[in-house]
């Protein structure tokens, strides 16, 4: 069975720092592109961050700057750094693989079940 499994998510002072990893696990094959999503209270999920296969990385304009996204393919691991936390960047941060190539079937796309991020005034 593969599933994908977020860690790193903490209270944290506004200013700080903190790594996300995303963790693949399972018989896997590829996966075209990883991204981070969070979703604050009462708000709709928004992408954060996404990294392609090739390393090719983009970011939403509220976390630029201060966010990096980061892959190990060998190890079917993403990370996000995130630096200089504000309280609006409270919130559930998931990790989601696009077009995963597995054994099993055809290629699908695969959320983890979040880590919580908060960031304190």
């Known amino acids: 069975q593969v599933q994908l499994v977020e860690s790193g998510g903490a209270l944290v002072q506004a200013g700080g720092s903190l790594r996300l990893s995303c963790a693949a696990s399972?018989?896997?094959?590829?996966?075209?592109?990883a991204n981070w999503y969070r979703q604050a209270p009462g708000k709709q999920r928004e992408r954060v961050a996404t990294?392609?296969?090739?390393?090719?990385?983009d970011y939403a304009e509220s976390v630029k700057g201060r966010f990096t996204i980061s892959r190990d393919n060998a190890k079917n691991m993403v990370y996000l750094q995130m630096n200089s936390l504000k309280p609006e960047d409270t919130a559930d941060y998931y990790c989601?693989?696009?077009?995963?190539?597995?054994?099993?079937?055809?290629?699908?796309?695969?959320w983890g079940q979040g880590t919580q991020v908060t960031v304190s005034s």
């Open positions: 399972g018989s896997i094959f590829s996966i075209d592109a």
């Open positions: 989601k693989a696009d077009r995963v190539a597995t054994p099993y079937g055809p290629r699908y796309d695969l």
């Open positions: 990294i392609t296969w090739g390393g090719s990385t």
